[in-house]
């Protein structure tokens, strides 16, 4: 059952009828509600809510914004990310003028801890911890859909933006871009630690201490995960069990 966060009409920010694009808060609470949307998106697809039942759309169609495509994993095939297209009304066609409205918006959710996703989440979290976040193949997607819109919009103004997970996700595609002398709009929700550069710390002992660290940490994570898989896999074979995490 679909819990009353999942519902715009319940938990949207309503009394937005008239986004004021020059207002930060108003530019970060529609970014957060199309973050919002890439959550909901993926609920839909576990939940198998398709057509009248699926809950996502008005998300990101309060706003005017159209879903270009998701982004999906290619490991799990959960959608982890949504490229948005922003599509004012035929009264509103002037609207895109303004140089605070993003044409597009790519947005990144983060881990969902459902038994469909959280395996997949959960070592992505610890990629994050180990700083080695962009050699997995869903930043590799999830770069590769920003670079492929940079390069189709020329000018137009883009946004990334991201919860978690997804604003680790949308830093490394910041990141990336900023290389090539593209910089775009970002708004990172509840961003997660990153762990320090060690290579250029040169108090060998120093270095040594922050990589056992590390190490206890992912170790501890690593088993973390597999403990909470074992209890899932054993609540799952109860007769009648359902898991909510």
């Not at 949504?82 to 947005?107: C, G, M, T, W």
């Not at 959960?122 to 770069?143: C, K, P």
Request: glycine residues 6%; charged residues 20%.
């Amino acid at each position: 059952m679909a819990s009353e966060r999942e519902y715009f009409d319940l938990s949207g920010p309503l009394h937005l009828t008239s986004v004021d694009w020059d207002n930060t808060n108003n530019r970060m609470t529609v970014a957060a509600s199309l973050v919002q949307g890439v959550y909901i998106l993926e609920r839909d697809r576990q939940e198998r809510r398709g057509g009248p039942n699926a809950l996502a759309a008005p998300w990101w169609e309060f706003f005017n914004f159209k879903l270009l495509r998701p982004l999906v994993d290619d490991v799990d095939s959960s959608i982890f990310g949504a490229i948005y297209e922003f599509k004012p009304h035929s009264s509103q066609s002037n609207d895109i003028l303004h140089r605070r409205i993003p044409r597009y918006v790519i947005a990144f959710r983060g881990t969902i801890t459902k038994t469909d996703s959280v395996s997949r989440d959960i070592e992505l979290d610890i990629h994050i911890v180990r700083n080695v976040l962009h050699q997995t193949s869903r930043a590799e997607i999830a770069i590769q859909a920003v670079r492929n819109i940079v390069a189709s919009a020329n000018d137009s103004n883009i946004w990334l933006s991201g919860h978690s997970l997804g604003s680790a996700m949308a830093m490394l595609c910041g990141k990336t871009m900023a290389r090539t002398g593209k910089f775009l709009e970002s708004f990172l929700f509840n961003p997660p630690y990153v762990s320090a550069p060690i290579e250029r710390i040169k108090d060998k002992k120093l270095k040594h201490g922050i990589r056992f660290a590390s190490s206890v940490i992912t170790a501890g994570l690593t088993i973390a995960m597999k403990v909470k898989q074992l209890l899932i896999h054993l609540l799952l074979s109860l007769p009648g069990s359902h898991v909510y995490l």
